[in-house]
């Protein structure tokens, strides 16, 4: 019995086959076989390639270093993510697929964090942004939100697509990804604090953190310096110029009360496990003003309360109190 050569075969038979396997297996196995496997499997690809079932490293990389150079620029639709971090794959989308419509990002990998994503990939020519978790699709106010911030020249990335779906790994993703749409970005400097109730600045005293009148002394200088070094997360931590503290807030886990006086803004306070050092900024206008919140869950923002800021949990108070004003000196 003659032997069948797969290059014998008619190409409606081999696309037969191809149906039984996955777009990964299909690259591997026939993509640099000779040049009429190479025309077979581009074709067959067409503008969508879904990367999201490849578990074997060595198939993606050579998706990435071999088919995507090859058939990049053809692809509409692209689902890639779980269970690769963004950075194994950025790169190569934003140099090889330059039109895609729908990109569909798979968030499991426990080396990223969610806003990592989204700094990357978020860009002015953006039109639809998506949350989806269970399947479902979540936090539309959100992406609004993100949508609208993409204008900001932080946000001024190559456009990659002009619709982006993000599968989140769970609610925890949306909750930092609600405090990321509510940040601001600040540059890294030397900054005066106001308190706009009072009109007075923030002060580093003996005791904790007050409130002084406006005369320019080093105690009312602080240094503002982004936490995450990718500049993704929009988390700063604050110091005193002059002595170089850095401010804390006692994390309380009792969620009724609704005023924690032990959470007192301090330099001066040892940072323990339950400490938080880490802060975002919320800005309200064009006026440089700012709502401070501190990085853990049960905070809402800083208020001057007497000569002292606290943490207030409690929704109904006057939001003028939590308001700041930051005057950038260097």
Request: charge should be positive.
């Amino acid at each position: 019995m003659p032997t069948i050569s797969l290059i014998n075969l008619p190409r409606e038979i081999i696309y037969l086959i191809f149906k039984y396997l996955y777009k990964e297996h299909i690259v591997y196995s026939f993509f640099e076989l000779n040049n009429y496997f190479s025309l077979i499997v581009k074709y067959f690809i067409g503008k969508q390639f879904d990367l999201t079932k490849t578990n074997n490293n060595i198939i993606f990389q050579y998706c990435l270093s071999t088919v995507l150079p090859s058939i990049g620029s053809n692809l509409h639709y692209l689902s890639i993510g779980h269970p690769y971090s963004l950075s194994t794959y950025i790169k190569s989308i934003k140099i090889h697929c330059p039109y895609l419509k729908i990109l569909n990002i798979y968030c499991y990998s426990e080396k990223d964090d969610i806003r990592y994503y989204v700094a990357q990939l978020i860009h002015s020519q953006l039109l639809s942004l998506r949350f989806i978790l269970n399947n479902n699709i979540v936090g539309e106010s959100i992406s609004l939100r993100l949508l609208n911030k993409s204008t900001d020249e932080q946000f001024q990335n190559l456009s990659i697509a002009s619709s982006l779906k993000l599968h989140l790994s769970s609610i925890n993703d949306l909750i930092l990804l609600k405090q990321y749409s509510e940040s601001d970005y600040l540059s890294n400097g030397l900054y005066m604090i106001e308190c706009i109730s009072t009109g007075e600045w923030l002060i580093d005293s003996k005791n904790d953190i007050c409130t002084s009148s406006k005369r320019l002394h080093r105690e009312h200088i602080f240094v503002l310096k982004q936490y995450d070094n990718d500049q993704c997360c929009l988390e700063y931590e604050l110091y005193n110029e002059q002595t170089q503290c850095r401010l804390t807030v006692l994390i309380c886990y009792d969620e009724e009360e609704h005023w924690l006086p032990s959470s007192i803004l301090s330099t001066h306070r040892k940072e323990s496990s339950r400490s938080c050092s880490k802060f975002t900024f919320e800005k309200i206008n064009n006026q440089n003003h700012f709502y401070i919140r501190p990085c853990y869950s049960y905070a809402k923002r800083l208020q001057v309360s007497g000569k002292r800021i606290i943490v207030s949990l409690c929704d109904k108070d006057n939001t003028l109190n939590y308001r700041f004003k930051l005057h950038r000196i260097q």
